[in-house]
């Protein structure tokens, strides 16, 4: 029997390490990735109350935004779909609470299938704009936001967590190796830098236990908002 | 490049989606569907020129089906509806 | 020396050089100038040779529409050819050399085409080179060599390019008066805002002209605008940027060149840049492009442009030549032979072809002692290389004989062709312009405006005022309010007022007086019309095509209009009649690498799909193949051991070992729901509500037309919940079709499908040891009797949570394992460490492609080919024949599929054991000696298989089901492959080890 | 005047002002034994073929533009005949035949060019596509041949053969005697023929309605007014639902459009025919210097000549990788053409349920080859009411029947 593992992320084989601070403060770009954040979809007609009250997160019911509470985001990802993050090891007090408080809902654990590629910078806005067709303006997209789209060839949930701007992007894992030499090779000219990964946890079975109330504490984000975009502009006409 | 108004994303690039071509076919009994009936459900299309009722799904998106009615030479797009609705009268 | 350069004037910087080569002579220029200003400063005016008769070429114009002045820049993998010196920004470095002449520019042998045009008019191709038969090769191998124009690199690009998407309220293209002042007034309103235009600097014409602005030089106007847009955060001014095409819904893409100004490697930033634009509204304010004049000798270096030469002397301080001659059919000519004059050129005569030109600019001229000769036009051009005289003759036909006039310069100006390509790229109609003789823009098709001289307005004062009227109606149009910026006060020759233009397209001439182009980069002559029109190549696209007229590099910026008014005037037609050809992007040429960006090295083309345990596969010497986006391994070659032999040795320890395999790749679809057992009876041919939890069952995929697209296997993991496996290519579009079907067709189920593909990472276990090794590594009962074949259950294995699968592709015992992808790799190591003691080998795709056609279990997509149903694959059992509908099933009993004689899946030995019969090949009943052979089927997989000791093949035989035993023909290019018809089973028939 | 190397001499003094009108603009008559509706390459080649080979010339060809305005005047020129299934192989090799003598038959030089064609293998699927194809055209006869890297590389020198690119070349199959033709040749030496043989090509001349009584045609309405014949030959390519739909027909085509580009003119770079599907590039060099590339469809329906960037994008990224000397040369124009595709990517030749009504169309993105080859089958198919052998699997009634002729293959190879 096996003594103890490694957990690997896709990207720990890059051998990831933070680059010093000067040369954070320098680049156009920085990333990151955030390993083994928990994540659960809900598929189903689902009171967003029922949620709150399981998890201490509520539903956003408009579509492409994000909320935000007890250390976890709720993403809108279609009319009857979320995805819910939280911090490494919770997918399983996360799924088992929600399957208990939402019988006849699908509940999926897919912390697995995706890892989450944090970018800032000064050129972040320019960088993403290389390789997504939306549209990130302030005016157009903000803190609390999220979409599926793509990036270069990847599709990716895209997440923008605050005015600094900071993006998450979750990216299917067989594709997160191209999607991070892709961000390295659009941000080169201009200067990007790694800043620090964080740190894989030792794998523990997590003992069974009672819905905790609250997560571990998740905050690796510098300057975090409140939940929703202050300006999401009225859905413009279509054109033509 | 159209602009393809999602009904929950709002306007997004076409390539984000899949045309699933004409919409409103009707998938007949298959116990009582004559050869021809088979044959026209499978592959006969109106294939307009001008306006068409058509299926596209967000695929890189929310990953829902809807419907729009567009016409076919200047890519306007006249009506975007439900998956589950008829299609609109006044669209033609 | 530039000694054609004037001491002052101009928007250049005289206090430094730069230093360029043309043709490897060493020239100089100044920042501010182009190719072309620095080469005609120098006094260079031969520049190229045309493309088909090599005729000696000069400078025409001073922008995007020159035709004649290609050049090759840069050298090595660096090169790029067909460049035009008009737009080429100088730098110190600067290499340039002519294209299309040998040995030299001066003396071109292939100016011996000029000498024999007489038998190589238009199309002559077509009329020629037929005889002998086939001989057409060896003809061609000569055009081809004389044709083209410019040399491609030798060498693969060293620059890089880069892409983005951009968005906006209002984009304005051209930041000419009219465009600049669109800006502002968008810009000030509050909009979002992207300015483009081609040019190094802002300001269009007005940097060629002599004006001033509130008090303020023309030439620097353009520069408080251009401070006050930077100023605001949500403009973007961008230069260099050539917005070449317009697409659906106000998509439009635009070349930034970010550092084709720079000496190479001064910079770390990408060479161009391609904008991706969306934008609500479109101010297209491109301005106008001038008409040339057609007449004999038009294309001698020395004929240029009016509006040109005035560029050349306003913005660059050159002189183009010393003694001019302008010829004219309008006013605008008048305001470049002035400045012309102001600059030095001795403009000696104006011809002009109006009976009675008259007004301010004319008695201007007049002042500065030009003289007019009305009703009249140029004749005959006289010199070999450059200008040296032109020959006027009277429009009068009873006038005396033509007049000679010595000069080294001709400024012709034909009227004015607004900048249309972009609005009609848009689906604009064009509208003909009677007093312009030209197309302006019709009614806009799309959220678009267009002002200024693009609009048919020439006047500067009028430019402004529309460019304002554009950019605050645009804005408002976007839901931005703001006031019209206020026109400013213009001082000087403002241009405003009628062109009081009278249309002159050309004059029937004898060929004596030469030839008289109106297409000088593609050498089309009036005589080729005159041929196509003869031909009945009259309509305007035959006559395009016929001629090329308009099909060269400039894209006929400067010959389009007057080659369809030709047209029209040998047709006895109206212009409008005849129509203009398409516009069509790109606006000016894109360089490819821009148009590919970064996404062309091998790692960004197209995701490389990667499993949790690639890293090992790589470090234990995978060869791996590309299955859709995936890697996969192929086989693992040990030290010495070829391809062939690693993939026998692997597929031998299945059997009698273990064999391990990352099946991570497969896909894997949770559906859940109320109605999920419902829906799979829907999807798959069988039944899979009967299905009891805590078992597998393996089915088929068919479209609704019966023909197979997919298979897998799926377990029941609680009562209204199912886990589906689909084939690796397969993974996305099923889920795909999975979705399609709930949502557009049966909304009434409730079911919700999930993609958990990339969640799990899977290792199948296989052979007679499996059980004993995973045993070891999980405390769940995996005996037969308690895990019996598909069997699945949740297991801790070697301390992760997982499921176990007892089920097998390769037909051993086996156990397919599924852990979080996170911990793939941690549990691969540990079973080959574990396994060590059982001789584990790790086995790629091929060997569990001869392992499964040992049990004859097909692949969808290599034994089945978009034209296979379950029962010509003998798999009816799979075909449920109580359910009352699923996908495919009606379409299992159309005539075709009905039909006994189908090709059915069968077996195949080949007589001599030892042979491997290639895949692909067809079986024949009896080969004919010659072709055509009839042809019975295909083979569809075949190997040499070590657990049989023999080869083994599968194939599609027509009727095969009923031949099993007859003995088929396989012809191949060396001899023929006699084999005979078996079940399609050649291992453990009984499923003993499967199940064991 | 016949079209040679000596007329031309004798043209050359005189300014060429002899040479006839390569076709007559002649007015509608009241009616015709055979209507053929569309003057793209295949409409009048079955003029043509209906007068030489059946003695039929009192036919109307009814264009809606110019002749060979159509997909004819747009496309990448590809002539070949390497096809997988029987039905198609016989047919595309009885039409590279014709191609080979069209020139001395037409008395027009169409530049058709056996330069060869290779189409590339990109991965291990691809390569058993290409050798079941390559035993296939081996036994109907058709010459094939497979073709290593190391081969490709010295045809085409320009080619990228290194492993380490993402989808390396690992193989092809060269068909030689395939190559290019002149499209606007093409279309210009048939109709100069047909119309010889005293055909009608109406230009500007569009059909906007089919008289259909008891079930059998009697004639059209057109801009140019009615015009009556008892047999009536559609071949309007893109527009094939259209005109079926006015003899109240649905057809199992879809239209969308096909985008193809030009590059700037350069000296020869490379002098063969470049296949690839998995990365959905060709590329070919014309007489005149430019490199011809052919893109993918735009997915939807569409019955506009334009289609979307991405396609060109990702097109080009993709030669960019096989050819990376390209990337410094500028695309100089790009267009669109509309093309009707069947679900199993082949033609229909056929009869209809509408007597006198027959139907020629599906040739998606690959029908410019099969020009002389279609009319001919179609005007045998018109002049006898039958199809001719080598087109009675190309029915209307197999889509029913199911017997399809599936040349997609199978899609991805999945394991
Ligand atoms: C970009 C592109 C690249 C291609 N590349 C290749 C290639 O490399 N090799 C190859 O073999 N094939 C290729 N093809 C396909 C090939 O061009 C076509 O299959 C072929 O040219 C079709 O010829 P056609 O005569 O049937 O159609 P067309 O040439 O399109 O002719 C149909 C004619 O019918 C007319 N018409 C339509 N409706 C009416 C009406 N109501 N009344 C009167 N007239 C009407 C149209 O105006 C048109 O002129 C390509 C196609 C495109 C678009
Ligand atoms: N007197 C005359 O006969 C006459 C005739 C024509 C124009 N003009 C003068 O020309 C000026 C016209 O002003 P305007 O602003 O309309 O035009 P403009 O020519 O001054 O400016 C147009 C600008 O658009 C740019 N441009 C064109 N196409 C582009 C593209 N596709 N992408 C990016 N940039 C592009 C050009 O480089 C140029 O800078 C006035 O000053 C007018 O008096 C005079
Ligand atoms: C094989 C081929 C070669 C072509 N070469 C050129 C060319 O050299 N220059 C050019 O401007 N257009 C060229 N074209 C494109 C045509 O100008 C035109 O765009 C095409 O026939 C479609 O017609 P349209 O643009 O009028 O709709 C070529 C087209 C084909 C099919
Ligand atoms: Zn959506």
New interface residues.
């Given amino acids: 029997m096996a003594e103890h593992w490694q957990r690997q992320s896709p990207l720990t084989h890059l051998g990831l390490s933070a680059h010093d601070k000067n040369e954070t403060s320098a680049a156009s770009l920085v990333m990151a990735e955030l390993r083994f954040l928990a994540k659960v979809t809900l598929r189903g007609r689902i009171p967003g109350e029922s949620v709150r009250t399981a998890l201490g997160v509520s539903l956003p019911g408009e579509p492409n935004t994000v909320m935000t509470g007890n250390n976890l985001s709720a993403l809108w990802l279609g009319p009857d779909e979320w995805l819910i993050v939280g911090p490494p090891d919770a997918e399983r007090a996360m799924t088992g609470q929600l399957a208990k408080a939402l019988p006849g809902t699908a509940v999926v654990d897919v912390t697995e299938g995706r890892t989450t590629i944090r970018t800032r910078g000064p050129m972040v806005l320019d960088i993403l704009a290389m390789g997504c067709p939306l549209d990130l303006h302030p005016r157009a997209f903000g803190p609390g936001r999220c979409a599926q789209s793509t990036l270069g060839r990847s599709p990716i949930i895209l997440h923008q967590v605050d005015g600094a701007p900071l993006f998450d992007i979750h990216v299917e894992r067989s594709q997160a190796d191209y999607l991070w030499t892709w961000l390295e090779t659009a941000g080169r000219p201009y200067g990007v830098a790694v800043e620090a990964v964080t740190a894989p946890p030792a794998w523990r079975r997590p003992a069974p236990r009672r819905y905790p109330g609250a997560f571990p504490p998740f905050a690796p984000s510098p300057s975090r908002q409140p939940t929703r975009g202050a300006t999401v502009p009225a859905r413009s006409v279509p054109s033509s | 490049m159209m602009l393809i108004p999602c009904p929950w994303c709002g306007d997004r690039l076409d390539a984000e989606f899949t045309c699933g071509g004409e919409a409103h076919i009707v998938r007949p009994d298959p116990a009582t569907a004559s050869d021809a009936e088979w044959a026209d459900y499978l592959f006969m299309r109106k294939n307009p020129k001008g306006v068409h009722h058509e299926r596209w799904f967000h695929a890189h998106g929310c990953r829902r089906w809807f419907h729009i009615t567009r016409d076919t030479v200047n890519h306007r797009i006249l009506a975007v509806y439900a998956i589950t609705d008829s299609a609109p009268e006044a669209a033609g | 020396m530039q000694s054609w350069r004037n001491s002052t004037g101009g928007i250049i910087d005289r206090s430094r050089h730069l230093s360029f080569t043309f043709d490897g002579k060493r020239l100089s220029g100044h920042p501010g100038d182009t190719l072309a200003s620095a080469l005609l400063a120098n006094g260079i005016h031969l520049v190229g040779r045309s493309?088909k008769y090599h005729r000696p070429r000069g400078i025409v114009g001073s922008g995007v529409e020159e035709p004649n002045a290609l050049v090759r820049l840069g050298k090595g993998g660096?090169?790029?050819?067909?460049a035009r010196a008009t737009t080429t920004e100088l730098f110190d470095g600067l290499v340039a050399s002519s294209q299309n002449r040998w040995p030299s520019l001066a003396f071109d042998v292939g100016a011996l085409n000029s000498v024999a045009s007489?038998?190589i008019?238009a199309g002559?191709?077509?009329?020629?080179?037929?005889?002998p038969?086939?001989a057409?090769?060896f003809y061609?191998r000569f055009?081809?060599?004389a044709?083209?124009?410019?040399?491609?690199?030798?060498?693969?690009?060293p620059?890089?390019y880069?892409?983005?998407?951009?968005?906006c309220d209002v984009l304005v293209v051209g930041a000419g008066p009219a465009g600049l002042q669109a800006a502002r007034a968008a810009a000030r309103s509050g909009a979002?805002v992207i300015v483009a235009d081609e040019q190094a600097v802002p300001g269009g014409s007005l940097l060629g002209e002599h004006v001033t602005l509130d008090g303020v030089a023309g030439q620097e106007w353009p520069d408080s605008v251009r401070a006050e847009l930077e100023s605001m955060s949500?403009v973007t001014l961008l230069t260099r940027t050539t917005v070449v095409?317009y697409?659906?819904?106000?998509?439009l893409?635009a070349v930034e060149r970010v550092t084709d100004h720079l000496p190479a490697g001064e910079s770390?930033?990408?060479r161009q840049r391609l904008w991706?634009i969306?934008a609500?509204h479109v101010v297209l304010a491109t301005g106008a492009i001038e008409r040339p004049l057609v007449f004999p000798g038009n294309d001698l270096p020395g004929v240029m442009l009016a509006s040109a030469v005035r560029a050349f002397a306003n913005r660059w301080g050159v002189r183009c030549g010393a003694r001019a001659v302008v010829f004219t059919n309008n006013d605008s000519a008048y305001r470049s032979a002035i400045d012309a004059a102001d600059c030095g050129i001795h403009v000696t005569t104006i011809v002009d072809c109006r009976a009675a030109p008259r007004g301010r600019l004319v008695e201007e001229a007049h002042s500065r002692g030009i003289d007019m000769m009305a009703g009249s036009a140029i004749a005959g051009v006289e010199g070999r290389k450059r200008v040296r005289g032109v020959a006027i003759s009277s429009l009068d036909e009873s006038a005396p004989a033509a007049l000679r006039k010595e000069c080294d310069l001709v400024m012709m100006s034909g009227g004015w062709n607004p900048t249309v390509h972009l609005a009609s790229?848009s689906?604009t109609r064009l509208a003909w312009d009677e007093s312009l003789a030209t197309f302006v823009p019709g009614d806009a098709?799309?959220?678009q405006t267009s002002a200024g001289a693009a609009a048919g307005t020439f006047g500067l004062v009028e430019c402004l005022r529309s460019g304002a009227l554009a950019g605050t109606e645009a804005a408002a149009r976007t839901g931005f309010d703001g006031e019209a910026p206020a026109v400013p006060e213009v001082e000087g020759d403002t241009g405003d007022g009628a062109l009081d233009l009278e249309a002159f397209w050309h004059r029937p001439a004898s060929?004596r007086d030469g030839k008289a182009f109106h297409d000088l980069q593609n050498d089309v002559t009036t005589?080729d019309v005159a041929?196509a029109t003869?031909?009945?190549?009259v309509?305007v696209?035959?006559f395009k095509?016929?001629t090329?007229t308009g099909?060269?590099?400039d894209?006929g910026k400067t010959s389009g209009v007057n080659g369809l008014a030709i047209l029209a005037s040998l047709r006895g037609e109206a212009i409008p009649a005849v129509g203009h050809t398409?516009y069509?992007?790109?606006y000016t040429?894109?360089?490819?690498?821009a148009?590919?960006?970064?996404?062309?090295?091998?790692?960004?083309?197209?995701?490389?799909?990667?499993?949790?345990m690639?890293?090992w596969h790589e470090k234990n010497g995978a060869h791996f193949?590309?299955?859709?986006q995936?890697k996969r391994p192929?086989c693992y070659p040990r030290a010495g051991e070829t391809v062939d032999e690693a993939v026998q040795r692997e597929t031998l320890a299945a059997r009698t070992s273990i064999g391990i395999l990352d099946a991570s790749t497969l896909g894997k679809i949770?559906i859940?729901?109320?109605d999920a057992a419902e829906f799979l009876d829907r999807i798959y041919t069988n039944m899979f509500s009967t299905l009891k939890v805590g078992r597998c069952r393996y089915g088929l995929m068919c479209r609704?037309?019966?023909m197979v697209f997919?298979d897998g296997v799926t377990a029941r993991i609680a009562e209204n919940r199912f886990l589906m496996s689909t084939?690796?290519?397969?993974a996305s579009t099923v889920l795909?079709w999975l979705?399609?079907w709930l949502?557009?067709?049966w909304?009434d189920l409730e079911v919700?499908c999930?993609?958990?593909?990339?969640?799990?990472a899977a290792i199948a276990v296989a052979g007679p040891k499996s059980r004993a090794l995973v045993s070891?590594?999980t405390r769940a009962d995996l005996s037969a009797e308690a895990f019996p074949f598909m069997a699945w259950r949740d297991a801790d294995i070697?301390?992760?949570?997982g499921r176990i699968f007892r089920i097998s592709f390769s037909g051993e015992t086996g156990f397919e394992l599924h852990v979080?992808?996170?911990?793939?790799?941690?549990l691969w190591r540990?079973l080959m460490t574990a396994g060590e003691k059982y001789g584990i080998t790790a086995y790629g795709?091929e060997a569990?492609?001869v392992l499964r056609a040992e049990k004859g279990f097909i692949?969808?997509?290599?034994d089945?080919?978009?034209?296979t149903t379950p029962h010509d694959l003998g798999m009816s059992w799979i075909v449920s024949k109580k359910k009352?509908?699923f996908l495919g099933?009606?379409?299992l009993s159309?005539?075709?599929?009905l039909r006994e004689d189908r090709k059915q899946l069968v077996g195949l030995l080949a007589d001599d054991s030892a042979v491997v019969i290639?895949?692909?090949?067809?079986v024949?009943p009896q080969p004919a000696a010659?072709?055509?052979?009839p042809?019975e089927g295909?083979v569809s997989s075949s190997y040499m298989s070590p657990n049989c000791g023999r080869s083994i093949a599968l194939a599609l035989v027509r009727r095969g089901h009923d031949r099993i035993g007859e003995e088929v023909a396989i012809?191949?290019?060396n001899g023929i492959v006699r084999a005979r018809i078996v079940k399609p089973v050649f291992f453990d028939e009984e499923g003993a080890r499967l199940r064991g | 005047m016949k079209y040679s190397l000596w007329n031309l001499l004798r043209q050359a003094p005189r300014g060429h002002r002899d040479w006839p009108q390569a076709w007559r603009n002649p007015e509608p008559k009241e009616s015709y034994d055979v209507i053929i509706i569309g003057a793209g390459g295949h409409g009048l080649a079955t003029a043509y073929y209906l007068a030489k080979e059946h003695g039929i010339t009192r036919t109307a060809v009814l264009e809606k533009g110019w002749l060979g305005g159509g997909n004819t005047g747009r496309n990448t020129t590809i002539v070949r005949s390497n096809y997988l299934w029987d039905e198609s192989a016989h047919l595309y090799e009885h039409s590279l035949r014709l191609f080979e003598t069209l020139s001395q038959d037409l008395n027009f030089n169409v530049m058709f060019s056996p330069r060869g064609v290779i189409n590339l293998a990109h991965n291990e699927h691809d390569l058993k596509e290409l050798r079941r194809r390559g035993h296939a055209c081996r036994l109907n006869g058709i010459d094939y041949e497979m073709v290593t890297p190391r081969e490709i590389k010295e045809i085409a020198p320009i080619i990228n053969i290194s492993r380490s690119i993402r989808y390396p070349v690992l193989g092809g199959a060269m068909q030689r005697r395939a190559g290019n033709a002149r499209h606007d040749a093409v279309a210009w030496g048939l109709a100069r023929r047909a119309d010889e043989f005293g055909v009608d090509i109406i230009q500007n001349c569009e059909v906007t309605g089919i008289d259909v009584r008891d079930g059998r045609v009697t004639g059209v309405q057109t801009t140019r007014g009615a015009i009556r014949a008892n047999r009536i030959g559609a071949v309007p390519a893109g527009h094939a639902s259209v005109v079926a739909s006015m003899a109240g027909l649905r057809l199992p085509v879809e239209s969308h459009t096909l985008q193809a580009m030009v590059t700037e003119p350069v000296k020869p770079v490379i002098d063969t025919v470049i296949m690839s599907n998995t990365v959905h590039v060709y590329i070919s060099q014309s007489d005149k210097g430019e490199l011809v590339l052919g893109a993918g469809i735009d997915g939807y329906n569409s019955y506009s000549q334009k289609g979307g960037i991405n396609v060109i994008e990702h097109q080009l990224e993709g030669l960019c990788e096989l050819y990376p000397i390209v990337s410094r040369l500028k695309i100089m124009r790009a267009w669109g053409g509309i093309v009707d595709i069947a679900p199993d990517a082949s033609p229909i030749i056929s009869k209809t349920p509408v007597e006198g009504f027959y139907i020629n169309c599906g040739w998606g993105t690959g029908g410019f080859k099969a020009t002389p080859g279609s009319g001919w089958v179609f005007a045998h198919t018109i002049a006898q009411d039958r199809p001719h052998r080598l087109n009675e699997a190309f029915s209307l009634g197999r889509f029913e029947s199911g017997l399809l002729i599936d040349e997609h293959g199978a899609a991805a190879v999945a394991h």
């Fill in positions: 493309f660096s090169v790029e050819p067909n007489g038998l008019p002559f191709y077509y009329k020629t080179f037929m005889w038969a086939k057409w090769t061609e055009i081809r060599r044709a083209g124009l410019g040399q491609a690199p030798e060498e693969p690009d620059d890089v880069e892409k983005r998407y951009a968005h979002r949500d095409g697409y659906n819904h106000n998509f893409v770390a930033l990408p991706k969306r609500r790229q689906g098709a799309t959220h060929p005589a041929l003869r031909e009945n190549y309509s696209e035959h095509r016929y090329t099909m060269g590099t894209q398409t069509r992007p790109f040429p894109v360089t490819i690498g148009l590919a960006g970064i996404e062309t090295n091998g790692d960004l083309y197209d995701p490389v799909r990667k499993t949790p690639h890293t193949e590309d299955v859709g995936w192929y949770d859940q729901g109320a609704d037309d019966g997919d084939t690796t290519g397969g795909n979705e399609e949502q557009t067709e909304t919700y999930t993609s958990v593909t990339t969640h799990w070891e590594l070697a301390g992760i949570a979080p992808a996170s911990y793939g790799l941690a540990n795709t569990m492609h692949i969808a997509g290599q089945t080919d978009g034209t009352k509908d099933m009606r379409g159309r005539p075709d599929t290639p895949e692909g090949a067809h024949s010659r072709p055509p052979v042809m295909w012809p191949l290019e």
